[in-house]
């Protein structure tokens, strides 16, 4: 199970924190990230990392976005900063992780972001 937290209303040039925490037992997670959907538009990648701390970007955010992990506490971070108005979406958590014999694919619940002009 992923739960999100850390969305809210910024003005642009702003910073926010997303957290993802993934719970559960005995499992073990390959990949974590996060996208986002903004209104009218299909949900799109922001950032990925991987056990082994490789990241990958989307190059809208790359430079204002970081993304890191700490795999003890199964918990992903997104520090967004120099925010924009198109930043404003919905952000996802994903995990692939291996579980029961076979790999998943899970997504949280969805954290709101908005960016004032």
């Known amino acids: 199970q992923l739960q999100a937290s850390g969305g809210g209303l910024v003005q642009a040039g702003g910073s926010l924190r997303l957290s993802c925490v993934a719970s559960g037992s005995n499992f073990r997670i390959n990949r974590m990230g996060w996208y986002r959907q903004a209104p009218g538009k299909q949900r799109e990648l922001v950032a990925t990392?991987?056990?082994?701390?490789?990241?990958n970007y989307a190059d809208s955010v790359k430079g204002r976005f970081t993304i890191s992990r700490d795999n003890a506490k199964n918990t992903v971070y997104l520090q967004m900063n120099s925010l924009k108005p198109e930043d404003t979406a919905v952000y996802y958590c994903?995990?692939?992780?291996?579980?029961?014999?076979?790999?998943?694919?899970?997504w949280g619940q969805g954290t709101q972001v908005t960016v004032s002009s």
């Open positions: 994903n995990a692939v992780y291996y579980s029961d014999y076979e790999w998943h694919d899970d």
């Open positions: 990392i991987r056990s082994d701390g490789s990241t």
